[in-house]
């Protein structure tokens, strides 16, 4: 059940009660780089598609694209952004990402204003921190999971 309420600095934005069969997705208009440098909407990925991803240890490499968990552009969902100083990301509730001085993986919906996030840096081939700023409530279309190898 969606409940929107403002977030407030140093406590979790509790915009929703994610379900654990909600999906971890990104939504169509959300971009990756492919292996030559371009830009590309994950709406336009398709498997063996070579894009640059972060592996466990934090290095960003290119990685190949081997399926997809979901991909349905047509679809209409809920979505949080996060946004740094120098990125966004937008991603659904249950969606983990790398959080916190130990880069732990936290749900979207558990990330707090103030709290740092991991963003990848390809000019540092690595994740970089960023304090998220604010956090936002977004529908948009689509939803695509990428799998890579």
């Known amino acids: 059940a969606w409940t929107p309420e403002p977030c407030q600095e140093a406590e979790?934005?509790?915009y929703v009660d994610p379900q654990p069969t909600d999906p971890p997705c990104f939504p169509s208009s959300a971009t990756v780089q492919r292996a030559d440098g371009e830009t590309a909407p994950l709406s336009s990925l398709s498997?063996?598609?070579s894009i640059l991803a972060a592996s466990a240890d934090g290095t960003i490499g290119l990685d190949t694209v081997s399926s997809f968990s979901l991909a349905d552009?047509?679809?209409?969902a809920v979505?949080?952004?996060l946004a740094t100083a120098t990125a966004?990301?937008?991603l659904t509730p249950t969606?983990?990402?790398?959080a916190g001085p130990a880069k732990a993986l936290k749900q979207a919906s558990e990330v707090a204003v103030g709290e740092t996030?991991?963003?990848a840096s390809p000019a540092a081939g690595t994740l970089v921190q960023a304090p998220v700023l604010k956090i936002?409530?977004?529908v948009a279309d689509g939803l695509h999971s990428p799998l890579t190898m």
């Open 73 to 76: 552009p047509s679809a209409k």
């Open 47 to 49: 498997a063996g598609d």
């Open 136 to 138: 936002t409530k977004v």
């Open 117 to 119: 996030v991991w963003i």
């Open 95 to 98: 969606h983990k990402l790398p």
């Open 79 to 81: 979505f949080l952004s």
């Open 88 to 90: 966004t990301v937008t």
């Open 12 to 14: 979790p934005c509790k």
